[in-house]
């Protein structure tokens, strides 16, 4: 009740600091329920997210069935962001749905979505930025900054991502597995 008689940017700053906050629980089912329950992110139980993730604007993210999102992610939600099935992020994974317009007089800030379609593997430190998709099964080496769409089973790799190689689409791994508590 309180939280209605804040100005809207000691709320933002609250809330942030909350979803933050709560990515520290040492419990995959608590951080999960949390999660869910107590901030508005869609994640199922077959999904989990390790320690140490901001999500900004949980409410406006999706997770599917089946997905691992490693440690110290940054998942903003605040233009919309979609992540499918058994997709895999490995550790410290950034994604970015807003930016500033870095031409405009005003440092105007835009958005626009992000979508991680099924079995796409985006390994340790790779940053998404605004308008991307990245398509199924594709795959983006360590320490890429993707720019562009990616095409499904393809790999990318470089600043900017830039394709590296191809991967075969028969695919039939589930992400079912996980350590508990980090
Ligand atoms: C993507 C990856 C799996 C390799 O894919 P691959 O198809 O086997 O690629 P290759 O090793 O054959 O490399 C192909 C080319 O891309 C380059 N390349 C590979 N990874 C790269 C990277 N991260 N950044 C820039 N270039 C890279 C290679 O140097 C090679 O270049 P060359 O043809 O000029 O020699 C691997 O590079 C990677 O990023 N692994 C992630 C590791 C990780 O995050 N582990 C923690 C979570 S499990």
């Given at each position: 009740m309180a939280f209605r008689f804040m100005s809207p940017v000691y709320r933002l700053g609250l809330s942030m600091y909350l979803t933050s906050a709560w990515?520290?629980?040492?419990?995959?089912?608590?951080?999960?329920?949390?999660?869910?329950?107590?901030?508005?992110?869609?994640?199922?139980?077959?999904?989990?997210?390790?320690?140490?993730?901001?999500?900004?604007?949980?409410?406006?993210?999706?997770?599917?069935?089946?997905?691992?999102?490693?440690?110290?992610?940054?998942?903003?939600g605040r233009g919309g962001l979609t992540i499918g099935s058994n997709v895999n992020l490995s550790t410290g994974v950034w994604i970015w749905t807003n930016e500033h317009d870095a031409q405009d007089p005003d440092f105007k800030i835009t958005s626009a979505p992000v979508a991680i379609e099924d079995y796409a593997w985006l390994s340790c430190r790779v940053v998404v930025l605004p308008g991307v998709i990245i398509g199924r099964g594709a795959v983006v080496a360590?320490?890429?900054?993707?720019?562009?769409?990616?095409?499904?089973?393809?790999?990318v790799a470089g600043v900017p991502a830039k394709p590296i190689g191809k991967r075969s689409p028969a695919l039939r791994y589930c992400l079912s597995g996980y350590v508990p508590i980090v």
């Open positions: 990515g520290h629980v040492p419990s995959q089912h608590l951080r999960r329920w949390g999660y869910r329950r107590l901030f508005g992110l869609t994640i199922p139980r077959t999904s989990v997210i390790y320690s140490g993730a901001e999500i900004r604007a949980p409410y406006n993210v999706v997770i599917g069935e089946f997905t691992s999102i490693g440690h110290h992610a940054i998942l903003d360590a320490g890429a900054v993707v720019t562009k769409d990616v095409e499904p089973f393809t790999i």
